[in-house]
């Protein structure tokens, strides 16, 4: 089983700065993409920022030029740094992952979500 924690979240003032990280564990093999998801009150959830196991990313044209996604391979982790944030970057922020296991199979898996509140 492979379990994502996440961490980071929290109110900030807009314009402020939040860095999420998200760490797997369990039986895993090797973790191909890695991406943060957000979803806001009546909204659908959408892809925010991904980041592959060579280092390629991936941004949604709202938070580009403000949020970098980064990752260690050592530790199983992805990060979300987050800057001149906005009051429409409120939402649950999802950590996703998708990875092979030990067994051969390769599964999506997803954190718990963490809130990001982000006052004007």
């Known amino acids: 089983q492979v379990q994502l924690v996440e961490s980071g979240g929290g109110l900030v003032q807009a314009g402020g700065s939040l860095r999420l990280s998200c760490a797997a564990s369990?039986?895993?093999?090797?973790?191909?993409?890695m991406g943060w998801y957000r979803q806001a009150p009546g909204k659908q959830r959408e892809l925010v920022a991904a980041i592959t196991s060579g280092g390629s990313t991936n941004y949604a044209d709202s938070v580009k030029g403000r949020f970098t996604i980064s990752r260690d391979n050592a530790k199983n982790t992805v990060y979300l740094q987050m800057n001149s944030l906005k009051p429409e970057d409120t939402a649950v922020y999802y950590c996703?992952?998708?990875?092979?296991?030990?067994?051969?199979?390769?599964?999506?898996?997803w954190g718990q979500g963490t809130q990001v509140t982000v006052s004007s």
């Open positions: 996703n992952a998708e990875c092979s296991l030990w067994g051969g199979d390769e599964y999506d898996y």
């Open positions: 369990g039986s895993i093999f090797s973790i191909n993409a």
